[in-house]
């Protein structure tokens, strides 16, 4: 997938608090990949990167993948076209959730 362009439902914009755990603050927009099913049985999570305001939706392209070894789930990392983002990035950016997990970072 990584390299792919796809298109992300934002069901959690920048800045919004998770529905179960309310310590968890949304520092980036998140969503689903309509169509596309993850690990856990449900739509393909997804981060997008390089939007600094809330989104609705987003079209953009897969620059990585968050594996979680100690999860059944994988996140895209989804950031506009031409715009990339070292490993240590991602992975600060998406930290505030991500934390909570064991994960390896997949690139092409």
């Known amino acids: 997938m990584i390299g792919k362009r796809v298109h992300v439902v934002v069901d959690r914009p920048k800045g919004s608090v998770h529905p179960k755990h309310k310590s ?12 596309v099913i993850g690990g856990d049985g449900e739509e393909q999570d997804a981060y997008i990167l390089g939007v600094d305001e809330p989104l609705d939706a987003f079209d953009g392209v897969v620059i990585a ?6 999860d059944n789930e994988t996140k895209w990392i989804v950031a506009p076209e031409n715009k990339q ?18 994960i390896t970072l997949l690139r092409a």
């Not at 968890?24 to 169509?35: A, H």
């Not at 993948?65 to 100690?70: E, Q, Y």
């Open 24 to 35: 968890i603050v949304y520092e980036v927009n998140y969503g689903y990949v309509p169509s």
């Open 65 to 70: 993948i968050i594996h979680r070894s100690d």
């Open 85 to 102: 983002f070292s490993d240590e990035e991602i992975i600060e950016k998406t930290r505030f959730q991500e934390k909570y997990f064991h």
